[in-house]
């Protein structure tokens, strides 16, 4: 049990490292908002693991991968919240990410958009279907806890790994934020993650 969890933390770690639609989010948050906004960004996208975690357990997820129109339709409401997403930063003044006195996310906002984002991407299933059921140490046991285990080790690592790019990149925005024109560019950013973001869930 031990050397399995052991190897699936590598592994957790691995993917977490590699770019991907959820760590571009959480880097471009804090390089936008600070690091505190990305960290809430990730509290938020871990926490619907626990939704994902439980649909696998109790085999929930296989059946709506089974239906082809129903998994189709979560995939379109996925990318249409992020269109959303994007059409609400395109509506904003660019200008307001360099002003202080401009009011920013709240910390419980940016954990509900992170907790969405998870929950309409069905990626993350599919994904908790290939990956989750290879690390079973004991098939004949109770695969219900098991996968609860795997489920508990995959948020922590992804969340110690989501938060030191949140600091690393909330370090850089200080440096960032004095540069002229920026502005811009962090809004354009945001639109561009979110496109492509649900560009991804629709098309690969």
Do not use: R
């Not at 760590?23 to 996208?45: E, F, H, M, P, R």
């Not at 059946?63 to 996925?78: D, H, N, P």
């Not at 219900?144 to 992804?158: E, H, K, N």
């Amino acid at each position: 049990m031990i050397e399995t969890l052991i190897s699936f933390s590598l592994a957790t770690l691995a993917l977490a490292i590699s770019p991907g639609p959820d760590n571009i989010y959480v880097l471009t948050q804090s390089l936008i908002n600070g690091t505190k906004s990305g960290i809430a960004t990730t509290a938020g996208l871990i926490s619907g693991c626990i939704v994902h975690t439980t649909l696998l357990a109790f085999g929930i997820s296989a059946i709506i991968t089974a239906s082809e129109s129903l998994f189709y339709g979560i995939k379109v409401l996925g990318a249409c919240y992020l269109l959303y997403l994007a059409y609400k930063v395109y509506q904003s003044d660019d200008t307001i990410l360099l002003t202080a006195s401009a009011p920013k996310k709240t910390y419980i906002s940016l954990f509900k958009t992170g907790v969405i984002m998870n929950l309409v991407n069905p990626k993350v299933m599919i994904f908790f279907l290939a990956f989750f059921p290879g690390f079973l140490w004991n098939e004949e046991g109770n695969t219900v806890a098991q996968f609860y285990i795997l489920g508990l080790v995959f948020m922590i690592v992804s969340f110690l790994t989501f938060s030191s790019i949140a600091v690393m990149a909330g370090q850089i925005s200080k440096l960032i934020l004095e540069k002229k024109g920026v502005g811009v560019f962090l809004k354009w950013l945001q639109i561009l993650v979110f496109v492509g973001i649900a560009l991804y869930i629709i098309v690969v």
